[in-house]
């Protein structure tokens, strides 16, 4: 994998192993020569992974549309950044770039570009890895709710497998990495 999209908190959240979690992720994506590609923001913790990575000698790209550089503040020093006009294509462009995605903790932003990556992977729009950095347990109340829907019969029980998770970063890129192999 060359680059990978994460989504990721504008804030720092109330635990301080979001943020932990996060530097270590950006240590392995430098160690493993991976490119971030995010939402471009120096704030929360896509701002912890993104100087975490820069700090480790690793790239960044950051995608931002305009109306946005008001709201979140640009992270000034990445490798590259990308100005675009909307939200649709600011996640358009991360999809486009992203050999892969993973959500680190978040709220309702990281939350629906996770739940449009998953839907677009299961219409066949791509077919990359998706995954959950499950930080302190973060995510399982979603993959609760996941597993609730499929028994439901909302979410076909083959979709289970279009969702990768692991508490560690190295454990979650490795898991990745595999899954790519199999295809």
């Known amino acids: 994998m060359n680059r990978i999209c994460v989504y990721a908190g504008s804030k720092p959240g109330s635990n301080q192993?979001?943020?932990?979690?996060?530097?270590?992720?950006?240590?392995?994506?430098?160690?493993?020569?991976?490119?971030?590609?995010?939402?471009?923001?120096?704030?929360?913790?896509?701002?912890?992974?993104?100087?975490?990575?820069l700090a480790s000698g690793g790239s960044v790209t950051g995608i931002m549309p305009t109306p946005l550089f008001e709201k979140e503040i640009a992270h000034q020093k990445l490798t590259s950044f990308i100005e675009v006009k909307t939200m649709h294509e600011r996640k358009a462009k991360m999809s486009e770039l992203a050999d892969g995605f993973i959500a680190l903790p978040g709220g309702f932003g990281t939350f629906e570009e996770l739940f449009e990556t998953i839907t677009w992977a299961q219409i066949g729009l791509h077919t990359k890895p998706i995954a959950l950095l499950n930080t302190e347990n973060?995510?399982?109340?979603?993959?609760?709710?996941?597993?609730?829907?499929?028994?439901a019969g909302f979410v076909a029980e083959s979709n289970r497998s279009l969702i990768l998770q692991a508490a560690e970063p190295g454990e979650l890129v490795e898991k990745m990495e595999s899954w790519l192999r199999e295809k």
Request: charged share 20%.
């Open 17 to 53: 192993a979001f943020a932990a979690q996060s530097k270590v992720l950006g240590e392995v994506f430098a160690e493993k020569q991976i490119e971030l590609v995010y939402g471009g923001a120096k704030s929360g913790l896509m701002g912890e992974l993104a100087d975490a990575i």
């Open 138 to 151: 973060y995510y399982t109340p979603l993959l609760n709710l996941i597993e609730h829907a499929i028994q």
